[in-house]
């Protein structure tokens, strides 16, 4: 295995709850009160459509797709979900310091270190919006492909929280049976002191509509049985993922950091990228690859 290289699930398509528009030659993101699920082509006008949006889509009301039958990928939560803080360089999209409330992985003049982490509203380096909580939701949408996932990612606390939540709830109502758990993702709306009473949307994670909890948690256990009679060692896929995970000091690829970038920073927040961050960064890279072919 490549060192410093994320393994990651692979990835067939995107989900998003928002858009890139192009204004006065700018490219700015724009929110949505929709799913929408794209292929990674990309071209001038934007992303375009997976066959699958088109086929959800049909059975909508309105044709307005907020609800999405998905299953994990993953028994294991927080391989399906992997939520920190993240401090981006605005020009290049690269995660510049990452943590979890306790402790951070921050690139540095020295290199990458290991430093405290209070937070983005206690924290000095990434004060004034710079750091913020960033997830990557990997689902699988059906089809032939029973490893390829559909990413979603964000920076919303409310979809964070709220998908953390129902994943470790599912795996521990499901006795550890999360891949088998027929779920679909929902989009819900509230409104707060913050967002001014307008509207604001995030994403949920329920049981399949028309079940009970009870009903899903049968059809899991019943699920893996038969895998596990066929001979698909669940175990193993989530420990080869842990491990794919763990293999660099970020998770990242440069296909998705010029989409970071886009989706989740104004462009008035772009400036604050600096040149010396991004020798910082490619200095770090050196010393990882020179130690990792020393040893």
């Known amino acids: 295995m490549i060192k410093g290289l994320a393994i990651t699930p692979p990835v067939l398509g995107r989900i998003s709850i928002g858009r890139v528009v192009e204004k006065n030659g700018i490219r700015l993101p724009k929110k949505d009160d929709q799913f929408t699920i794209t292929s990674q082509i990309q071209?001038?006008?934007?992303?375009?459509?997976?066959?699958?949006?088109?086929?959800?889509?049909?059975?909508?009301?309105?044709?307005?797709?907020?609800?999405?039958?998905?299953?994990?990928?993953?028994?294991?939560?927080?391989?399906?979900?992997?939520?920190?803080?993240?401090?981006?360089?605005?020009?290049?999209?690269?995660?510049?310091?990452?943590?979890?409330?306790?402790?951070?992985?921050?690139?540095?003049?020295?290199?990458?270190?290991?430093?405290?982490?209070?937070?983005?509203?206690?924290?000095?380096?990434?004060?004034?919006?710079?750091?913020?909580?960033?997830?990557?939701?990997?689902?699988?949408?059906?089809?032939?492909?029973?490893?390829?996932?559909?990413?979603?990612?964000?920076?919303?606390?409310?979809?964070?929280?709220?998908?953390?939540?129902?994943?470790?709830?599912?795996?521990?109502?499901?006795?550890?049976?999360?891949?088998?758990?027929?779920?679909?993702?929902?989009?819900?709306?509230?409104?707060?002191?913050?967002?001014?009473?307008?509207?604001i949307y995030y994403v949920d994670l329920v049981i399949k509509q028309g079940m009970s909890l009870e009903g899903a948690v049968a059809e899991a256990r019943e699920k893996a049985r038969q895998v596990k009679e066929e001979g698909v060692d669940q175990a193993a896929l989530d420990a080869a993922a842990a491990r794919g995970f763990g293999n660099a000091l970020f998770e990242y690829d440069e296909d998705e950091m010029t989409q970071v970038v886009e989706e989740f920073y104004p462009v008035d927040d772009r400036g604050v990228g600096k040149e010396t961050k991004n020798l910082v960064f490619e200095s770090c890279l050196r010393q990882h690859a020179e130690a990792a072919k020393a040893s």
């Open 43 to 199: 071209e001038k006008d934007g992303w375009v459509l997976h066959p699958m949006d088109e086929e959800l889509r049909k059975d909508a009301p309105n044709s307005k797709l907020r609800t999405i039958p998905v299953r994990m990928l993953f028994n294991d939560a927080d391989l399906n979900l992997r939520a920190e803080y993240t401090m981006f360089d605005r020009k290049s999209g690269r995660p510049m310091c990452v943590g979890n409330g306790d402790t951070c992985k921050r690139l540095t003049q020295s290199g990458v270190q290991s430093l405290p982490c209070p937070g983005p509203t206690l924290c000095e380096f990434g004060k004034g919006g710079l750091c913020k909580p960033y997830g990557r939701l990997n689902v699988k949408l059906g089809g032939d492909d029973d490893l390829g996932t559909f990413i979603f990612r964000t920076t919303g606390f409310n979809s964070i929280r709220t998908l953390a939540a129902r994943l470790s709830y599912y795996q521990a109502v499901s006795g550890g049976l999360l891949a088998y758990m027929p779920l679909e993702l929902k989009l819900r709306g509230k409104s707060t002191t913050q967002s001014h009473r307008a509207p």
